[in-house]
């Protein structure tokens, strides 16, 4: 069964850090994209970060803030976000992609398999 569970979230200060773990079972990384989105309250699923066959890509909100990793020994892909500001608050989920064009990472339809989220507080 494929699962994936995001963790790491929390509430933190303006300019803190978090880093985001989604530990991935019943399939390897190695063979499927990772896809990080954040919904905050009232606004759309947003596509963050996604990784896939040593290719990173990024919304260019979060361009140089945050920086996605993957560990295969762990089968887990980490999301570490530096320079929190409160407009990141907001639950983030990671999934993994169907096969998909890189130029489509940030549609949350081409996800099949999605975390059940983890939220994330900024806020003195």
């Known amino acids: 069964e494929v699962q994936l569970q995001a963790s790491g979230g929390g509430l933190v200060q303006p300019g803190g850090s978090l880093r985001l773990s989604c530990a991935a079972s019943g399939f390897a990384l190695d063979d499927y994209g990772i896809g990080w989105f954040r919904q905050a309250p009232g606004k759309e699923r947003e596509g963050v970060s996604f990784?896939?066959?040593?290719?990173?890509f990024y919304a260019n909100s979060v361009k140089d803030q945050f920086t996605i990793s993957r560990d295969n020994a762990k089968n887990t892909v980490y999301l570490q976000m530096n320079s929190l500001r409160p407009e990141d608050t907001a639950v983030y989920y990671c999934?993994?992609?169907?096969?998909?064009?890189?130029?489509?990472?940030?549609?949350?339809?081409?996800?099949?398999?999605w975390g059940q989220g983890t939220q994330v507080t900024v806020s003195s």
């Open positions: 990784i896939n066959v040593g290719r990173k």
């Open positions: 999934a993994r992609s169907s096969r998909l064009p890189f130029s489509l990472w940030r549609d949350p339809a081409n996800y099949a398999n």
